[in-house]
């Protein structure tokens, strides 16, 4: 994944140009832990935004794969954004009213793929989201977690389309500092073998 001169400019309702991203370039390696530090209103979320295609720059390219973006059709985007990366946000945008299997089995929905709960389990498992007596949370309701677990849901989401590239977007700041530290290890072991940024 590489970024060249990345620029994104907004215009404010006053009609105003605002940069977000001035000439950015960077190359990540194919695994590892990235962070982007910034303070607020400095343009992580919108690079973020950029790197997974959820927005477009207004010139400068993004490359996946040796392809550049700027040849990317709206389909080539929704399969990246499908099948290569994977998102957490920092509100979790989770369904309340939804089971833990019924969110994370989301994400392959989208991918026309069913998913059963022996597919989700050991995903589950894995990011500890287990009971007292090691049976998974897969039946539980969203509203009935913790804020740790529902991050930790978030994961399972990004995690279940085994996606190359992992996003977070300040995925600790709705947690507590204990929590969050457990989530940013959680993070690290993941990096071991894909990109988290």
Same mark, same amino acid.
């Given at each position: ?6 620029? %994104? ?6 009609? &105003? ?6 000439? !950015?370039?960077? *190359?990540?390696?194919? %695994?590892?832990?990235?962070? +982007?530090?910034?303070?607020? $209103? *400095? =343009? ?8 997974? $295609?959820?927005?477009? #720059? /207004?010139?400068?390219?993004? +490359? !996946? &794969?040796?392809? *550049? ?29 939804? /089971?833990? $299997?019924?969110? !994370? ?9 069913? /998913?059963?709960?022996?597919? !989700?389990? #050991?995903?589950?498992?894995?990011? @500890?989201?287990?009971?007292?007596? =090691? ?10 977690? *913790?804020? $740790?677990? %529902?991050?930790?849901? &978030? +994961? ?6 085994? #996606? ?6 300040? #995925? /600790?700041? &709705?947690?507590?500092? @204990? ?19």
């Amino acid at each position: 994944l590489k970024i060249k001169n990345l620029r %994104k400019t907004y215009e404010s309702k006053k009609k &105003a140009q605002i940069q977000a991203l001035r000439g !950015v370039s960077l *190359s990540f390696s194919e %695994k590892g832990l990235v962070f +982007i530090l910034g303070k607020s $209103g *400095s =343009g992580k979320s919108t690079l973020l935004n950029l790197l997974g $295609g959820l927005d477009r #720059p /207004t010139s400068g390219e993004v +490359i !996946v &794969a040796g392809r *550049s973006s700027n040849n990317f059709s709206e389909k080539d985007f929704d399969a990246y954004r499908n099948n290569y990366v994977g998102f957490v946000f920092q509100e979790f945008n989770l369904i309340d009213n939804y /089971t833990v $299997g019924d969110n !994370v089995a989301l994400a392959l929905a989208l991918q026309k793929k069913k /998913t059963s709960k022996k597919d !989700v389990d #050991p995903i589950l498992k894995e990011l @500890e989201l287990t009971d007292d007596k =090691g049976d998974t949370l897969y039946d539980r309701h969203i509203n009935e977690l *913790s804020g $740790g677990q %529902k991050q930790r849901v &978030a +994961i399972a989401r990004a995690l279940i389309k085994d #996606p190359k590239i992992i996003l977070a977007d300040e #995925p /600790t700041g &709705a947690l507590d500092n @204990e929590t969050g530290i457990e989530l940013y290890e959680l993070l690290k072991k993941l990096s071991s073998n894909k990109l988290v940024i």
